[in-house]
Structure formats: C-alpha cells, structure tokens
C-alpha cells in the first residue's frame, strides 16, 4: 500500500472558493502556517459567475432583512466584524478598485475574473501552501490535532477550517462534500434546498409566455398565505418564471413546495396602474376603438404574447374585438393582468441555483469566532452554514466576512496551541 506523503502546518483550510481563500489569507496574516486544499483545478471558480460575470461583490445597503435564513442576528454579528467597508478597503489594497449601481458594488474592470485573479494572488503573497486537484476522504480530530486524508496526501494541523461551500452550481466545486465532514463532527445540517433559483410551474400557458421579459410584481402564497413579494423585471420561460425578483423570493417558495404545501406565485404584470383606473380609461377608450382586436388593444400595456396568453386564461380568443369584450370583459382581462396565477411545482435544480438554503445549524456554532460548539479547533466560514442572503452581493459579504472572522480566530486558536506536538505516523 503506497504511503501518502505527510504535510503539517498550523491551520488546514478545506475548499477554495471565496470564503476559503479569504479565511486562508486571514489565518495567514494572522500568524498560522496554512494550508488550503481544493478539489477542484483552480481556485474561486464559483466567482466568475457572479453578477453575470461582473462580480456583484458587495453591497451598500446592509441590513438584516437581506438575510432571509432563520437567523438574521447570528448573520449581522459576524458582518459587523468585517463589514462592507473593510471589505472595500481589503479588495483596494489588492488592486481591485470599485464602482457601485443603487448600492450594488461591482470591480471597476467589471469582471469577475479580475477579483478572482486579486484574491488568487492574496493567497500566493500571505505564504499559503495550496493543494488542487485534492479530494477529501476523511477528516478526523485525534490529540488535539485535525487529520485530513485526500486521494493523494495526508495533512496534519492544530485547527481546521470548513469552507467547502453548498450543493449551488455543483460544475464550480460546491458538490455538497462539506456536509458530510460537518457530521463527522456531530454537526446536524438543516436540508440543502436550491435558493436564487427559477420557479417552475404547471401553467399550461407557459410556453406561449416563453421569452417575454416585462416589468411586475411577483407574490408568493403558501396554502393561500402570502409569504414573500418582489418587483423588477420577471423573465417568463417554458418551464416557469425566472428573473430577480423570482430569485429574491424563489427560497420561500421552494421551502414551501418541499413542505408538501400549496404555492402559487401571483404576479402582477402592470405594478405601476391601479386596476380601476385602467379599467375606467380602457372602457372610454374601447367606444374609439371598438373594432380593435383585443390583443391590439392591449398591446400598448404589455407584450402581446402576455396579452394572449391572458385573454387565452380569461376564455378569449385572440381575435376578440374590443365591442364583443365589452365593459365586463375589459375589467376580466385587468383583473388577470394584475393577478395572474402560477401554479408552482418547485424549482430547477441545484445546477441552476446561485445559492442554498440550509447547512450547517448556525445554533451549533460560535458567531464571536466562527468555531464549532461541538469541536474545539474546528471553524465555519461560507455557504456551507445554513445562510442565504438576496441577491446583490450579500452572500459574497457573509463569504468575505464570515471567512475573515474564521481564518482570524482560527490564527489566534493555533497560537494558543503552541508547543503541541504533531503525531509524524
């Protein structure tokens, strides 16, 4: 049996996405020797993906209600130790200078891979030994060190720090790995469920909507209960309905559907109108343009394949004349502009969610220190906790931040283990 190679050090960081290098970095500059193993062939590959590729990766605007996890507090006293203008500065002095849209902070360049590239080199620079390519097969505690077993080499530290990320977009190296080394340590993981995530739907009139892209009002139901509400610009598709405001409220849905419980998603397809208002200069208009068909009629309001698909929902035929309409089926069609219904089967899968909802149980972990309350020495940072933040750059924060408070208190645990010996079998 071929023997793998020993590597020692004062901190081992498991994954190398963005809470990982920056809990590296922090460990580093803190004082540790460290390690940083990645499964995959680079690091940060997950954050060229942000922002469509621009890197959304703060915001301006902080506030606990942007965490929509079960709780927000925990989220807001780890952000409060590294918040959003250190963050700022932290990324300046690695060259990565910022322009912000209403709060949303972008890297000037743009591009994401111009933060990736910056972070990269922070790892290089802060003396972290990093190790790609290297799956884990094990991670057990023993005499007060942490063993780490990958496919090719073994690791031996004082402490080690989680930061392997969830099941989102699983081809970037977030396949979920995390949460079985988290039970290892008798850590309970609250159940992964895509979040930022297209809706699908059994509308039978999704197809006809398919390709639209329109400003409204989506509102989420769970058996008749609204549960959450969003407005921006909704992108209707063959399978559902996706767009921001579906991602910021797609975790309330998705928990719901799993529950076994009833969801609509309602959305109003004219936020900026009140519907009696439009039904009285509709009809006004109607007696001018009596002979109109009603997808010509309506087309001034909204795309004509939502008028369609409505008047289609209403009982119409697309060619119905605005006379044969008439002043009940001017205000039926409104009506059905303003609230019209989805019925939601649940959602597209891992591979299209940004983020999760669930993890680690954020009740068994320190928020002062980021450190397990079941293991000394053992540290969070990441997705891998049961966070999840709207979209806007608030889950880069809880990375940026959560990484910070790991790899910082994760230095200071190893200085404090000094003069512990390694076991070198």
Not at 14 to 27: E, F, L
Request: charged residues 15%; proline residues 3%.
């Amino acid at each position: 049996m071929t023997k793998l190679n020993r590597h020692t050090c004062d901190c081992i960081v498991i994954g190398g996405g963005a809470a990982g290098m920056m809990s590296a970095v922090c460990a580093s500059q803190g004082g540790a020797s460290v390690i940083l193993i990645e499964h995959t062939a680079r690091l940060g590959s997950k954050i060229l993906q942000t922002g469509n590729g621009k890197c959304n990766f703060t915001n301006l605007h902080m506030q606990a209600d942007c965490y929509q996890n079960g709780n927000p507090d925990f989220v807001m006293q780890v952000l409060n130790t590294f918040p959003v203008q250190d963050t700022l500065e932290f990324f300046e002095n690695a060259g990565i200078y910022h322009k912000d849209r209403n709060g949303y902070v972008y890297p000037h360049s743009e591009t994401a891979a111009s933060l990736q590239s910056a972070l990269r080199y922070e790892v290089e620079q802060s003396g972290v030994t990093v190790f790609t390519e290297q799956s884990v097969v094990s991670v057990e505690k023993k005499d007060g060190s942490f063993y780490v077993t990958t496919n090719t080499d073994s690791f031996c530290g004082h402490a080690c720090i989680l930061a392997t990320g969830s099941k989102a977009a699983p081809k970037t190296g977030s396949d979920g790995s995390g949460y079985t080394l988290a039970r290892k340590f008798g850590h309970h993981i609250i159940k992964p469920l895509p979040a930022l995530v297209q809706l699908t739907s059994d509308n039978p009139l999704c197809k006809a909507m398919s390709g639209v892209r329109s400003t409204g009002t989506v509102t989420v139901f769970a058996d008749g209960h609204p549960v959450a509400s969003d407005t921006g610009e909704i992108q209707y598709t063959d399978y559902g309905i996706s767009g921001i405001p579906v991602f910021q409220v797609s975790r309330y849905a998705v928990k719901a559907a799993d529950s076994k419980r009833i969801v609509t998603a309602v959305v109003d397809m004219l936020p900026d109108f009140e519907a009696e208002t439009l039904i009285t200069q509709s009809i006004k208009r109607m007696y001018q343009h009596n002979t109109q068909d009603i997808v010509t009629f309506f087309s001034g309001l909204l795309n004509k394949k939502l008028v369609q698909a409505v008047a289609k929902s209403c009982g119409y035929p697309a060619g119905t004349t605005m006379d044969a309409l008439g002043k009940k089926g001017i205000a039926k069609m409104i009506t059905a502009f303003k609230d019209f219904s989805f019925g939601i089967t649940g959602s597209r899968s891992f591979d299209a969610a940004q983020i999760c909802q669930g993890g680690v149980s954020l009740e068994e972990v320190d928020s002062q220190f980021m450190q397990s309350l079941l293991c000394p020495g053992l540290f969070f940072a990441g997705e891998l906790l049961d966070v999840d933040g709207k979209c806007g750059g608030y889950n880069l924060q809880w990375a940026w931040s959560s990484g910070h408070l790991a790899g910082t208190s994760a230095a200071q645990y190893c200085i404090s283990q000094k003069g512990t010996h390694y076991d070198s079998n």
